[in-house]
């Protein structure tokens, strides 16, 4: 028994150390690397990280391009402003043009009244609207009413 363990560790030596001595014949060497090498990998990764940090410098430039270009988008222009300024001062000049036709119509339906509540008050009879009466913004009925009752005022005097 002894001569078969004997046997059985002197083959395992002896295939170690032809197993070591064929691993240091043909081991392969591990690439040198030449200093020029090494000096190149450091110029890159410099560059690399220089273009990185401009990489985020522009993509916050377009950022902040973004946000202006929204920001004016909404903003009105002069123009815009003039032209919104100019349409409505057309639109309140012809708004005060029809206020004042309207204004020139009522002030001669009330001289056309007065001289007819006058002719009343004297006991004349009024003379006849030179015009036929158009509505101009208020109501008829109102002066219609009033004539009734200096009418019916001057009736009740007499009686």
Known sequence: MLYAVTEIAAFMVGATIVGFLLGRITKRSAPKIASGVV?????????????ESERASLRGQLADAKERSRQLAVETTAAEVSEDFAEEKRRLETALEEASAQADRLRATIAE??????????????PEPTHPTDPVGYSSSAGAVADTRIVFGDAEEEG
């Open 39 to 51: 000096a190149e990998l450091a110029t890159a990764q410099a560059s690399v990280r220089e273009l």
């Open 113 to 126: 009244r007065d001289t007819r509540l006058a002719a009343l008050a004297a006991g004349e009879t009024p």
